[in-house]
């Protein structure tokens, strides 16, 4: 990959995560104190409507932060982090298979990983499970069943990624810059 694709990319994945650890960290706290101080008022129908305003917020910003780049990424790894991505934002149980150690990855792989991860979910909008495989040449994630054409995943390799069809499984595994 070219320096300036990977400096772009590297730089994406910083401000996503950042964006994510100030949503979590700083508004969604934020909010919960208020949702928690308003519980403690009277149950006047004013502060009910606030209250409801409030929750709604929360759970947008909850949202947003797993979208972007949720902590469950980095304490729990790649599947967990996609099985809540799922499940908030689609309302979609997502089914995985066999374990993926993240821990040796480093932020920029984990989020590269996970926002890849993000786009194929949408294009594979049918995708049920994803199988984690550890071979001799590096881990690989199968998404299936994959009814999308192989050639809508040709944007991996800008990713230091590759991909390769294999039935009704599309299988992902790092590339040399991956």
């Known amino acids: 990959m070219p320096d300036s694709i990977e400096q ?7 401000d996503r995560q950042s ?9 969604a706290q934020s909010l919960t104190l208020a949702v928690l101080s308003l519980k403690r008022m ?17 759970g947008q910003v909850r ?14 790894g790649l599947l967990p982090a996609l099985r809540l991505y799922c499940e908030s934002e689609w309302g979609r149980v997502l089914q995985t ?3 993926l150690d993240t821990s040796t990855w480093t932020d920029a792989q984990r989020g590269r990983w996970y926002w890849a991860c993000q786009q194929l979910l949408l294009i594979g909008d049918t995708v049920t499970t994803v199988v ?5 040449s590096g881990p690989r994630l199968g998404f299936l069943p994959w009814n999308s054409s192989p050639d809508a995943v040709g944007w991996l390799s800008d990713l230091g990624l590759v991909a390769a ?14």
């Not at 984690?132 to 001799?136: G, I, K, R, V, W």
């Open 63 to 76: 949202g947003a932060t797993v979208a972007l780049r949720p902590s469950l990424l980095d304490q729990a």
């Open 19 to 27: 964006l994510a650890s100030t949503l979590h960290d700083d508004i």
């Open 97 to 99: 298979e066999g374990e």
């Open 165 to 178: 069809q294999e039935g009704d499984r599309l299988w992902v595994s790092a590339g040399p810059n991956g």
């Open 8 to 14: 772009a990319l590297e730089q994406l994945l910083r």
């Open 132 to 136: 984690a495989d550890t071979s001799p």
């Open 42 to 58: 009277a149950a006047a129908p004013p502060q009910q409507m606030a209250l409801a305003a409030l929750d709604e917020a929360v």
